[in-house]
């Protein structure tokens, strides 16, 4: 066989979705996946779960759903949405997760832009899209994933998911499909202006979960129990559900808004291996456990990312707990998997305190992805751990462009390359640290909020002036937007009647904690708002 026949050969492999659920029914049926849902907890195996799968698959194509099409998700973690997860990409539809934390304007948008024709929604978040459903001319039909009866509701047409699956045949072909097709998309927020799409082929999240398997990634093996505590409606779950599903762990899936005890209760009764969430979470868990006796003793790894990981949280993980957090960085155009924390072995014997604060930094950069580290020149900075640049990354499960936008996606990449708008040094282990961000946004609890968007909200207030909003570090949320607002000349108004006038257009978790007011907001050479000067400002305001 000649040499070019060969690679041709390799290359008619199609890297897909199907594989891993074909592998998880044929080698892993007895593994089992559970799920906490509003009636206590469900439990059944990857043989169960694939035949359900395939149910799924029969009434959406029934449903008249087919190659392309896009259907939308509004869920927590739960069995069902797993089910979404890979039934949709395996009959060749693209499964788009909304995210329950946008304001109603932005789920309306998300959901029109990416032209869902059905959606998928947890009984308990029914009202929230009955409140945009006038605004969605597009979805054909809405499925309540309720255990029992159809609640009331104002939606129509609807159905219930159990029904739709009881109703399907039980076997399905699974068609062969080009690696190069999407499975999915989710939106992420754009510096300015409407959420931006991001497609992931087959392709992209079958590399990338090769990347987490690996022990330089999460390390997920069939001998764990894994936990996404970052929601499957944010950047895929990190990608752990695919993941998991690839190598056949056991998976635990933890439902609507679990709470620190809920989380606990879990890791104890399920033995979780792998748990993986925002900062926020690991500290509302730890105030928790400082209260409350739990045997936490299954867990090998828990990676924490999405924000900063606190150095302190690590240390309190590891001399309280005797746990390890491993720090992760990405993005959802990533994937959204970018850098894993863990030490390399010449590390092994620096002092504790050296090991902690390598740790801190968001790590080394996984296997396949390539980067490069720019000046405002365009020039790369040296990786001496001092000379920040903004990140640049590209590689094989990173997106090449924002769906069906040209304008945001000129902005953010170009040669194939993704301008993360991270600031970042690299130390001379290459190991990457934020120090920066040049994206506008604020990053609360792991979810994004537009200072944008408030600034604007604040400016229309007849009595402001000018207004500016950045992130300031939070011990609980990670970060906490504040606004810097200057006044007309010879105007009065108090921070409590401001945010009362914009409160109608945010969620409660967008609007700023404390407003300063101001003479003058410093500005850049160009006239912009000076936000690093504003946050230089903020640092020297006393605690509150
Ligand atoms: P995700 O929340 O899954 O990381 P997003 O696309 O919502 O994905 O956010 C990506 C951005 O979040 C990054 O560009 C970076 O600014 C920030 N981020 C993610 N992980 C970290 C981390 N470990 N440390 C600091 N910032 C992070």
Same mark, same amino acid.
């Given at each position: 066989m000649s040499a070019g026949l060969s690679s041709q050969v390799s290359r008619d492999y199609q890297l897909t979705l199907t594989n891993f659920l074909e592998r998880a029914r044929r080698f892993f049926p007895r593994q089992e996946i559970v799920s906490r849902g509003a009636q206590g907890i469900s439990r059944y195996n990857y043989r169960q779960f694939y035949r359900r799968v395939c149910r799924l698959d029969n009434a959406l194509s029934a449903l008249g759903i087919g190659q392309g099409d896009r259907v939308g998700s509004f869920a927590w973690n739960t069995h069902r949405h797993l089910e979404l997860y890979f039934g949709l990409p395996c009959m060749g539809a693209v499964m788009h997760t909304v995210n329950?934390?946008?304001s109603p304007e932005q789920i309306a948008y998300v959901i029109n832009h990416a032209q869902d024709k059905l959606l998928f929604i947890d009984e308990d978040l029914v009202p929230a899209i009955e409140q945009v459903a006038a605004k969605?001319? @597009?979805?054909q039909r809405y499925v309540i994933m309720c255990e029992g009866e159809l609640p009331?509701?104002?939606? #129509?047409?609807v159905c219930s998911y159990e029904e739709l699956l009881a109703e399907a045949p039980e076997n399905y072909d699974f068609p062969q499909l080009d690696?190069?097709?999407?499975?999915g998309l989710a939106y992420t927020s754009g510096t300015t202006g409407d959420p931006k799409g991001v497609i992931y082929t087959h392709r992209m999240l079958f590399l990338h979960s090769f990347a987490l398997a690996l022990a330089g990634g999460f @390390?997920?093996?069939?001998a764990d129990t894994t936990m996404a505590l970052?929601?499957?409606?944010?950047?895929? #779950?990190?990608?752990i559900p695919y993941t998991s599903t690839m190598v056949g762990a056991k998976q635990v899936l933890p439902g609507p808004h679990p709470q620190p005890e809920e989380i606990a209760g879990l890791i104890q009764t399920e033995r979780v291996s792998f748990a993986a969430g925002v900062p926020t979470v690991w500290i509302g868990l730890l105030q928790f456990l400082e209260q409350q006796n739990y045997d936490?003793?299954?867990?090998?790894q828990i990676v924490c990312g999405g924000s900063a990981v606190p150095l302190s949280l690590i240390k309190a993980y590891r001399d309280k707990l005797g746990l390890q957090i491993h720090q992760a960085w990405g993005m959802t155009e990533m994937s959204p998997a970018g850098s894993v924390g863990t030490l390399k072995r010449?590390?092994?014997?620096?002092p504790a305190e050296q090991q902690l604060a390598q740790q801190a930094k968001q790590g080394l950069l996984l296997p396949g992805l390539e980067m490069r580290v720019l000046d405002e020149s365009g020039c790369e900075v040296p990786w001496d751990g001092e000379t920040s640049g903004e990140l640049l990354v590209r590689g094989p499960?990173?997106?090449?462009e924002y769906y069906r936008d040209p304008e945001a996606s000129a902005q953010r990449f170009a040669g194939g390359w993704l301008r993360t708008g991270d600031v970042v040094t690299v130390d001379r282990e290459s190991y990457l640290q934020i120090v920066?961000?040049?994206?506008d946004l604020v990053k609360s609890g792991g979810e994004w909020i537009s200072s944008v968007a408030l600034e604007n909200a604040l400016m229309a207030?007849?009595?402001?002036?000018e207004a500016a909003v950045i992130a300031v570090p939070d011990e609980r949320w990670s970060e906490r937007p504040l606004a810097y607002v200057v006044l007309k000349p010879d105007q009065q108004l108090s921070a409590e009647e401001l945010l009362g006038s914009i409160t109608?257009?945010?969620?409660?978790?967008?609007?700023?904690?404390e407003v300063t007011f101001i003479d003058e907001l410093p500005k850049t050479g160009?006239?912009?708002?000076?936000k690093r000067a504003l946050r230089q400002l903020a640092q020297q305001r006393p605690r509150r």
């Open positions: 329950i934390r946008l969605l001319p @597009g979805v009331p509701t104002s939606l #129509a047409p690696e190069g097709l999407p499975a @390390g997920i093996s069939e970052v929601p499957m409606f944010h950047a895929n #779950a990190w990608g936490l003793s299954s867990l090998q010449s590390m092994s014997d620096w499960w990173v997106a090449r920066d961000r040049t994206k207030h007849p009595q402001v002036l109608a257009q945010f969620p409660k978790f967008w609007l700023p904690d160009v006239g912009k708002f000076n």
